[in-house]
């Protein structure tokens, strides 16, 4: 349950062995690097920078150049496991760079030659947008002529140079139409717009235009320019999906060869990121980082063994850093939960980092926010959807390599799975208790019915359950605040706060005396010698919280002169007491009463499918269900799965953030991130 223990390295090795050892260290992947320099200040002024090579720059800027390329295809590259590093060698960059430049050349040719025909679509769709809302028959030619962008002429030229004309309008946006021929002659009208002006009429003049009013004998047919415009737009989409293609099989062709390159890069990347730590004196290199104590052999032997003994290697526990214990340092923490715990792991460092050694809840996580999601959302058909819904998400962003995504995906999938079981004990399918409950019916609770169990006789008995279950989640807050309070040894703390020693007196004396109102059909208070111990003396305790403080923990004003007593600083400390307790009570209380919403979600689903089910009859007239019946049916589960599934996900994780973590956790650590292959 405690964060991973740590220890400090510190380790001298001799210049000729930084690779070697760098690469060791890469293979281990367990060493968190920090700078030697920051636990000891005098450092800094005996130790420089080792000195890097030019080339670091250039290798991440390679590496990224080629997931810029290779990721819009759903390529993604990893180091390859059972990779030999010893033997790895940093080879030259610039051969490196040669290969991946020239498959980067010829995309880059590929891709000019898109945006070409991009903006000639675009040329296009604007003459296209000007003469849209025209039927452009040959009569109505006029209109458009008041259109400013656009250019029209009807003219005529030897057939012979028609190719000609139209292989030097290619690279113009302008639509040509034939409308017909007499002898050697063809009669065409040309659309264009107005700021090529100047190059259209240069070309017409080489193939010899010669203008002309349209013949009389062709008004009668008519033609449908903007279908000529759709038809060379087509055209030019065809052409720009084929230089896709041709782009993305020269990506795929080269695929393996990007690989090798990219995963040398990485690894000479990885390398010199270690490097970057080494501070060097005349002949050595000083290095230093935290590792978890169970791999302090690991890395010894591997530093010991590369460098054939020529090393020193010292140890530190973090008790012996002064600058820790002073919180200028602070300790990464290496959280230790099997990888199925995952998307839990993810909403425990969501709401912050544990500090070092405190307690790390994201098994009980696991518990309290599925049992939390189940309570309130309890049906075994649309928990089946959740599932598979989780299951195809996990697929899909497990290929995108988006890990928080992917995370969450895998929350759906306990999420639904919770749900599904849930749907089991409570009898509900789709809305429907179809089933017979194995605990009981929730349905017939809502309704007023008989729910199949002597213990649930109505909804009173529902939010009973739930406030139990609050309960224990703030019970075992409060014993985990207990185990970070005595690992920190904050003696006051454990003794005089909300979530300490006293603040749970109060809190489970509260509970004995609510019990004991509902027992005596709340008419009576317990005798008040027990209210003298269960709430009056840890309330009264709670005034020592000052001296306490002053006497063993704020030195500095132990002195007599700076103990005065006045009746200002009375009231303040009077005040103080009482806003303290208020505080602890109103704070308990609502704590305990927030718990209700789990029974309030658990019955507002309950009442939504009945609600929906009731509307599919009145859209059937009563009898049955028709078409509308069983359309509102599926829309009423649609809408419940997905505005009440995300309502229920988002309660459950408030509930453990501002009812449980509030109790005990103690953040603002710093995350263990180890220099590895893996990412």
């Given amino acids: 349950m405690l964060t991973e223990a740590m220890s400090y390295l510190i380790a001298v090795i001799m210049g000729k062995h930084e690779e070697d050892v760098s690469k060791s260290l890469l293979e281990l992947g367990v060493l968190h690097l920090v700078d030697v320099t920051e636990i000891k200040d005098e450092w800094k002024q005996k130790l420089s920078s080792a000195s890097l090579p030019e080339s670091k720059g250039k290798i991440e800027e390679l590496r990224r150049k080629i997931e810029g390329i290779t990721r819009p295809l759903g390529i993604t590259f990893k180091v390859r496991e059972g990779i030999d590093l010893k033997s790895f060698k940093l080879k030259d960059i610039e051969t490196k760079e040669e290969d991946v430049e020239k498959i980067l050349a010829r995309i880059n040719e590929v891709r000019e030659a898109q945006r070409a025909i991009q903006q000639e679509i675009m040329k296009y769709e604007d003459i296209k947008r000007h003469l849209e809302g025209i039927s452009l028959g040959i009569d109505k030619l006029a209109l458009i002529h008041d259109y400013s962008f656009i250019e029209i002429k009807s003219g005529r030229i030897d057939s012979s140079k028609y190719d000609e004309l139209e292989q030097e309008l290619k690279s113009y946006p302008t639509v040509i139409t034939p409308i017909g021929k007499k002898e050697n002659e063809t009669n065409l009208i040309l659309i264009y717009m107005k700021r090529a002006k100047p190059q259209i009429e240069e070309i017409l003049n080489k193939v010899g235009w010669r203008e002309e009013v349209i013949p009389e004998e062709v008004n009668k047919y008519d033609y449908d320019f903007l279908k000529n415009i759709d038809k060379k737009v087509k055209e030019l989409k065809d052409k720009q999906n084929r230089i896709a293609k041709e782009a993305d099989d020269l990506i795929l062709q080269n695929k393996d060869n990007l690989q090798k390159i990219w995963q040398d890069l990485k690894i000479s990347e990885l390398v010199f990121e270690i490097e970057s730590y080494f501070k060097k004196t005349t002949k050595t290199l000083v290095f230093s980082g935290w590792v978890p104590s169970k791999k302090k052999k690991d890395i010894e032997k591997a530093i010991t063994e590369t460098t054939s003994g020529a090393c020193y290697i010292q140890w ?22 099997p990888r199925i715990f995952a998307p839990f792991q993810m909403l425990v460092t969501n709401y912050s980092i544990p500090e070092y050694r405190t307690v790390d809840p994201t098994p009980v996580v696991v518990f309290t926010y599925l049992i939390m999601f189940g309570l309130m959302f309890p049906d075994v058909g649309q928990g089946l959807v959740i599932f598979f819904l989780g299951l195809l998400a996990t697929l899909f962003f497990k290929k995108k390599e988006n890990k928080s995504m992917y995370n969450l995906s895998k929350l759906m999938i306990w999420c639904g799975a919770t749900a599904t079981l849930a749907g089991f004990m409570f009898g509900s399918v789709f809305g429907l208790p179809l089933l017979k409950p194995i605990w009981f019916n929730y349905h017939a609770v809502v309704l007023g019915e008989s729910s199949g169990n002597r213990y649930v006789r109505g909804i009173f008995d529902v939010i009973k359950i739930s406030v139990i279950f609050g309960i224990g989640v703030i019970e075992l807050g409060i014993v985990f605040n207990w185990i970070n309070l005595v690992i920190k040894k904050r003696w006051i703390d454990l003794i005089f706060t909300k979530s300490g020693i006293l603040g749970a007196w109060i809190f489970n004396g509260g509970i004995y005396v609510a019990l004991y109102m509902v027992h005596h059909g709340y008419k009576s208070m317990p005798p008040f010698n027990q209210l003298l111990v269960l709430s009056i003396i840890p309330a009264f305790l709670f005034i020592f919280k000052k001296p306490a ?29 009482v806003v303290e307790l208020l505080e602890v009570f109103s704070g308990y209380l609502s704590n305990t009463l927030s718990f209700m919403r789990v029974a309030g979600f658990g019955i507002a689903h309950v009442c939504l499918m009945v609600a929906f089910y009731q509307l599919a009859q009145m859209a059937s007239g009563g009898q049955g269900y028709n078409l509308l019946g069983y359309l509102t049916i599926l829309f009423g589960n649609v809408l419940v799965i997905v505005l009440e599934g995300l309502s229920v996900g988002v309660q459950s994780l408030r509930l453990n953030y501002y009812e449980f973590f509030s109790k005990f956790f103690i953040g603002s650590g710093v995350l263990y991130k180890p220099v590895r292959l893996e990412e």
């Fill in 549 to 577: 403080e002053i006497l063993f923990e704020k030195s500095d004003i132990k002195e007599p002169k700076h103990l005065k007593i006045t009746l200002g600083g009375v009231m303040n400390f009077v005040m103080e007491w």
């Fill in 316 to 337: 530190l526990s973090p008790q012996e850093i002064e600058k820790i214990e002073k919180k200028k340092v602070k300790v990464p923490v290496a959280l230790k939960n």
